[in-house]
T-cell receptor, first 112, second 115 residues
Framework: GENVEQHPSTLSVQEGDSAVIKCTYS??????FPWYKQELGKRPQLIID?????GEKKDQRIAVTLNKTAKHFSLHITETQPEDSAVYFC???????????FGKGTSLLVTP | GAVVSQHPSWVICKSGTSVKIECRSL??????MFWYRQFPKQSLMLMAT?????????EQGVEKDKFLINHASLTLSTLTVTSAHPEDSSFYIC???????????FGPGTRLTVL
């Protein structure tokens, strides 16, 4: 089955700096790669996703890149703000309607 | 649109009792719902895939007789934790897949604590 690795497990940055979280996956059949933000005790919120026919996608301060050949994808957050502090999960699946295989998560702390 | 609710939001029960958790898609029909479990400070792990009108498909290592899933309608799936034990204490989250957009939306989760 699919195995998703995520690094780093914790990340601390100063407000205004950029944050990068990286994930690798094992199943070449995976075509859908979403990123979720989860605050303590709450549901995961989809922040951005990318499909395998696209190499990069951007939404304001958030961007995701995908290297399908190398089987890795990354989340980039620019101009970080304290409210970006949360746990971020990457995931992979065949497509958006299929079960998700999650990475172990990255706890991001943005200090003022 | 695309709102998923769960009930209850939290439950505390004694060891040996059964607990039922409901997952509802409020404004769309969901032919497929997924149940995940999340232990403290860990990731979400898929437990089972629930398809309306058919038996659920369980992931390896998840006991189907312990975690009973019923998906009797296009808007409701239930997870029953039978004979719960302290090690079943966890955050249970469902997600529902919309037919129209082929996107899944997460419920708010249910915090189960077994004493």
């Amino acid at each position: 089955g699919e195995n998703v690795e995520q690094h780093p497990s914790t990340l601390s940055v100063q407000e205004g700096d950029s944050a990068v979280i990286k994930c690798t996956y094992s199943d070449s059949a995976s075509n859908y790669f979403p990123w979720y933000k989860q605050e303590l005790g709450k549901r995961p919120q989809l922040i951005i996703d990318i499909r395998s026919n696209v190499g990069e996608k951007k939404d304001q301060r958030i961007a995701v890149t995908l290297n399908k050949t190398a089987k890795h994808f990354s989340l980039h957050i620019t101009e970080t703000q304290p409210e970006d502090s949360a746990v971020y999960f990457c995931a992979a699946s065949k497509d958006s309607g299929y079960a998700l295989n999650f990475g172990k998560g990255t706890s991001l702390l943005v200090t003022p | 649109g695309a709102v998923v609710s769960q009930h209850p939001s939290w439950v505390i029960c004694k060891s040996g009792t059964s607990v039922k958790i409901e997952c509802r898609s409020l404004d769309f029909q969901a032919t497929t719902m997924f149940w995940y479990r999340q232990f403290p400070k860990q990731s979400l792990m898929l437990m089972a895939t629930s398809n309306e009108g058919s038996k659920a498909t369980y992931e390896q290592g998840v006991e189907k007789d312990k975690f009973l899933i019923n998906h009797a309608s296009l808007t409701l799936s239930t997870l029953t934790v039978t004979s719960a034990h302290p090690e079943d204490s966890s955050f249970y989250i469902c997600s529902a897949r919309t037919v129209s957009t082929d996107t899944q939306y997460f419920g708010p989760g249910t915090r189960l604590t077994v004493l």
